[in-house]
């Protein structure tokens, strides 16, 4: 069944359920045509017993009715008659057969009380018999009136055998229909198919087209119309990384090159060589950090970067990271401003974290002018732990701010290569924020400073002293 196209599965299905709803319905219309002809057999003996017993009461002596009987009802339509008294004399008969064929009421039974059988009498088939006990001026009467059944059931059985044809054709005739229009019904399924097997990695601007958005094919098509255009973004991002980090790349290597060749043409002085020496470890630095940060960022998209879920002391961590970044501070003669007056438990990797805050400070700092102020702040809510980093630097634009969590977006391009950065470290920040469950996010104007608000979800302490070390990915 599974190997079946999803059109034939319809029609299988729907030929399965049409033939089991065909066949309750024969079912139930051969019932009630029986149970209509077999009522109506049995108002027809009623009406006979009705007339032969007003013969009994009009009649003064058995031979009397038998006489006016046999007049009336020797030849009497599909009806048989039967008449004997409480003896079992037979006073008057009808039928071929010459005793009563079902066994009299008693003579205790009520008077004009009917009972209706059917029996199968050898030689004749099965008949409907109506018996009842009735009185007369010449004493009480058995009366049977009886009717062949074989003529009904010959009705009966045609009906049968109309519906047992009819109904394999009903069912070939719904198959074929329904083959049709799950045809028709699918045909924009293979529209979607189609339109979709066309699009490649060179045409991913392309879109499948949808005729109606309400119905569950069109519904169909906006999903996979959204998911080409992830998919587009994810590409143009790659193009766009693969650009920048060869870029990136390129520059320190392109320098060392230049310093090489240049102190290779002639002989230099010591003084030269040690210039000249000093550039290249610059420029190594910057690229061995700018591989470290590809590292991280490929192994967060990997994810196969562990986060150590381990209680760690909040506060203390960033009186570290500060502490750290305090000579930076000092050489650029700006204010580093720790306002941590709570304390608070986090579960996570410390080292991973201080990484997230120390590139935090490193970019407030390195965009604050001389004299300005950097604030670290340190709030707690019910559930969170909120870290706020403050400069009072030269601000970001409202064009910019959607992008700074890209890959090598500089908001200041010009900065570039007199600050050394490359574009990583928000991007680093944001997946080691993400890995711990919580958020970031960056505030500013230009002129009116800067705002990261990182928010972290405190430590539950729990009976278990040993925490579990989870692999978490990025969102």
Request: aromatic share 6%.
């Amino acid at each position: 069944m599974k190997s079946l196209s999803i059109r034939w599965r319809l029609t299988l299905w729907y030929g399965f359920a049409l033939a089991v709803m065909l066949c309750l319905f024969s079912l139930v219309l051969i019932l009630l045509v029986w149970q209509q002809a077999l009522a109506r057999t049995d108002s027809g003996l009623r009406e006979e017993l009705q007339e032969i017993g007003l013969e009994v009461s009009l009649a003064d002596s058995a031979s009397i009715f038998a006489t006016q009987a046999a007049a009336r009802f020797s030849q009497h339509d599909f009806y048989e008659f039967i008449v004997t008294d409480e003896s079992g004399q037979v006073i008057f008969n009808s039928s071929d057969h010459e005793q009563p064929v079902v066994t009299a009421m008693s003579s205790t039974a009520e008077l004009n009380q009917e009972r209706l059988e059917t029996y199968d009498l050898a030689g004749s088939g099965p008949y409907r018999i109506a018996s009842t006990r009735m009185s007369g001026s010449f004493g009480a009467l058995n009366v049977q009136v009886m009717t062949s059944l074989v003529p009904l059931y010959h009705d009966l059985a045609a009906l049968q055998w109309v519906v047992a044809l009819l109904l394999p054709l009903a069912v070939l005739a719904a198959i074929a229909s329904g083959q049709f229009l799950a045809g028709r019904a699918l045909r924009q399924v293979q529209q979607v198919v189609d339109e979709t097997n066309a699009i490649n990695i060179s045409s991913l601007d392309r879109r499948v087209q949808i005729l109606n958005p309400d119905d569950e094919i069109g519904k169909l098509a906006v999903a996979v119309n959204s998911l080409i255009a992830r998919l587009e973004r994810a590409v143009n991002e790659i193009h766009r990384f693969t650009a920048d980090a060869s870029h990136e790349i390129r520059t320190p290597i392109a320098a060392l090159r230049l310093e090489a060749e240049s102190i290779l043409r002639s002989p230099r002085s010591p003084e030269e060589y040690e210039r000249t020496l000093a550039v290249v470890l610059e420029e190594t630095t910057r690229l061995g950090k700018l591989a470290d940060q590809l590292l991280k960022l490929s192994r967060h998209d990997a994810g196969i970067v562990r986060c150590q879920h381990d209680p760690v002391q909040l506060d203390a961590l960033l009186l570290d990271v500060v502490e750290q970044v305090k000579s930076i501070a000092e050489d650029r003669q700006i204010n580093l401003i720790p306002e941590i007056g709570t304390t608070c438990e986090i579960l996570g990797d410390d080292i991973s974290l201080s990484q997230v805050f120390f590139n935090i400070l490193e970019n407030a700092l390195k965009y604050t002018p001389v004299g300005g102020d950097v604030i670290v702040k340190l709030n707690v809510t019910d559930k969170s732990a909120v870290v706020e980093v403050q400069d009072s630097g030269i601000g970001i634009s409202a064009d910019d701010l959607p992008h700074l969590f890209e890959r090598f977006y500089q908001a200041d391009p010009s900065r570039q290569n007199s600050s050394g950065g490359t574009g990583l470290g928000l991007s680093i920040a944001q997946a080691a924020v993400f890995q711990h469950e919580g958020t970031i996010e960056i505030q500013s104007q230009p002129g009116q400073g800067t705002k990261v608000t990182v928010l972290l979800p405190l430590y539950q302490q729990t009976d278990e002293s040993n925490p579990a070390v989870v692999e978490q990915f990025p969102a």
